[in-house]
C-alpha cells in the first residue's frame, strides 16, 4: 500500500470503502507492520520497492469506512464528544468494539485501561489463532503497533493475514479513536496536518515546521532514497515520538534497528 495522501482518504466517501472485497482487503493487510525478510519490507513512502528500507512508513489498514470527511473547518469534528457519537453511528462498528466505544462517550475519552484491554484481546486471538503471543511497540504518547516479522512461505503469510484480519479489525475503531485523542486533539482530517501538529507539540520540530516541509522531505525519500534524504528531512525519521505521532494516524513507520519477530 502506499502512503496516505495528504488528505489522509478523506477524498473518499466514507462508506465506498465498505464496497471493497474481502480479498483486497486482505491483500493490503500485508503492507500493515508486517513481515520482513529480515531487514524491513520495502518503504511505500521512500520508493526503495524491494529493497532494504531504513526509514519506512506504511499506513495501517483502519476501519472499514474511514470517518475521515472534513468538516466546514477541515476537522473531524467540533469535538472529540462529537466525534466518539460519529465513530458509534459507523455501521461498521464491531459488536466487540461497541461496549468500548459506549464507555468512551460516557467518559469523554477511550481510557489507557481500554486500549490495553483490546490489544491484550489481540493477543489472545492472534495466540488462539496459532500464532505466537505478539509482542507490540509502544510510543511515548501511548499508541501501540505490532512490530515487523520475518516473512514465511506464501501460505504462513496468507494465514497470518487472516488471523490479523479477525484479530485487529474488531478494534480498529477504538484504535483510530484513541489515535485521534492522543495524537490529534485538535482533530485535524488532514492526516499529514494532524502528524505535523503533533510533532510540533511533541517538540521534534521547530514551530515554523509546516506540512509543506513535510511533504518536501517525503518527496525527497521518494526521489533521493532514505540514505541520501535522511539529514534532509528535518526531524529525526526514528524518534519515537515522531513515530507515534504517526502511529496515531494508522501509520507503522519501522527503521533498521526495530526488532523483528519470528514466527515460524
Known amino acids: 500500500m502506499g502512503r496516505r495522501s495528504s488528505q489522509g482518504i478523506a477524498s473518499i466517501p466514507r462508506l465506498l470503502a465498505a464496497t471493497l472485497s474481502v480479498a483486497a482487503l486482505l491483500a493490503g493487510l ?3 507492520a508486517g513481515p520482513t525478510n529480515g531487514t524491513q519490507t520495502a518503504s511505500p513512502a521512500s520508493g526503495d520497492h524491494g529493497s532494504s528500507a531504513q526509514g519506512q512508513d506504511s499506513p495501517q489498514q483502519g476501519p472499514v469506512s474511514t470517518l475521515r470527511e472534513a468538516d466546514g473547518n477541515g476537522r473531524l469534528a467540533s469535538s472529540l464528544s462529537a466525534y466518539i457519537d460519529e465513530v458509534l453511528a459507523d455501521p461498521y462498528v464491531s459488536d466487540y468494539e461497541r461496549p468500548f466505544l459506549e464507555q468512551a462517550k460516557k467518559e469523554g475519552r ?3 485501561a481500554v486500549y490495553e484491554k ?4 489481540y493477543k489472545t486471538c492472534m495466540v488462539d489463532h496459532g500464532f505466537p503471543e505478539p509482542k507490540l511497540e509502544r510510543f511515548p504518547n501511548g499508541m501501540m503497533d505490532i512490530m515487523q516479522h520475518a516473512v514465511g512461505t506464501d501460505e504462513q503469510e496468507e494465514r497470518w493475514r487472516d488471523a490479523y484480519a479477525d484479530c485487529y479489525l474488531r478494534f480498529s475503531h477504538v484504535q483510530g479513536l484513541y489515535g485521534q485523542q ?4 485538535s482533530l485535524y482530517a488532514n492526516v499529514d ?3 505535523v501538529d503533533c510533532m510540533r507539540r511533541e ?3 521547530p514551530p515554523s515546521y509546516t ?3 513535510f511533504n518536501d522531505g517525503q518527496t525527497l525519500l521518494q526521489t533521493e532514497g532514505w540514505t541520501d534524504a535522511k539529514d534532509k528531512l528535518g526531524y529525526d525519521f526514528g524518534d519515537a515520538r515522531v513515530r507515534g505521532c504517526k502511529a496515531a494516524q494508522g501509520w507503522s513507520s519501522s527503521s533498521a534497528n526495530d526488532p523483528v519477530e519470528y514466527l515460524w
Open 211 to 213: 506540512v509543506k516541509d
Open 118 to 121: 483490546v490489544w491484550s484481546d
Open 193 to 195: 496536518e494532524a502528524v
Open 110 to 112: 477511550v481510557s489507557t
Open 203 to 205: 517538540g521534534v520540530v
Open 30 to 32: 500485508a503492507g500493515c
Open 182 to 185: 492522543q495524537g490529534n486533539p
